[in-house]
């Protein structure tokens, strides 16, 4: 992943976190369970990781057969958060326009 999209993917992720918990508590585990979960349920896998603030982890696991996502946070004690999920999972690998071009 390029670093644009990293940060691209970062930002979503906090904007999701921080609207998340304004609205209501996610739901959280044990990351083994909640991994299996999504795995086992809707046979996603992890598709991408990144770091939110200094503590905890986001990632992002996807299934190609089932289209489902899910953006979850893991605590420092090892609880794992569902953030969102949805539907319409697409894998893409595109470069964006230069800094200061016009689309």
């Given at each position: 992943?390029?670093?644009?999209?990293?940060?691209?993917?970062?930002?979503?992720?906090?904007?999701?976190?921080?609207?998340?918990?304004?609205?209501?508590?996610?739901?959280?585990?044990?990351r083994?369970?909640?991994?299996?979960?999504?795995?086992?349920?809707?046979?996603?896998?992890?598709?991408?990781?990144?770091?939110?603030?200094?503590?905890?982890?986001?990632?992002?696991?996807?299934?190609?057969?089932?289209?489902?996502?899910?953006?979850?946070?893991?605590?420092?004690?090892?609880?794992?958060?569902?953030?969102?999920?949805?539907?319409?999972?697409?894998?893409?690998?595109?470069?964006?326009?230069a800094?200061?071009?016009?689309?």
């Open positions: 992943m390029t670093h644009p999209m990293l940060a691209l993917s970062l930002g979503f992720g906090g904007v999701i976190l921080a609207t998340q918990i304004a609205f209501s508590a996610p739901q959280c585990g044990g083994d369970q909640v991994t299996a979960l999504l795995s086992e349920r809707y046979g996603e896998i992890r598709r991408a990781v990144g770091l939110v603030g200094e503590t905890a982890v986001m990632e992002i696991f996807a299934s190609d057969t089932t289209g489902t996502w899910t953006i979850t946070v893991t605590m420092p004690d090892g609880q794992m958060c569902l953030m969102a999920s949805g539907v319409g999972y697409e894998a893409v690998n595109e470069e964006l326009p800094r200061g071009a016009r689309i």
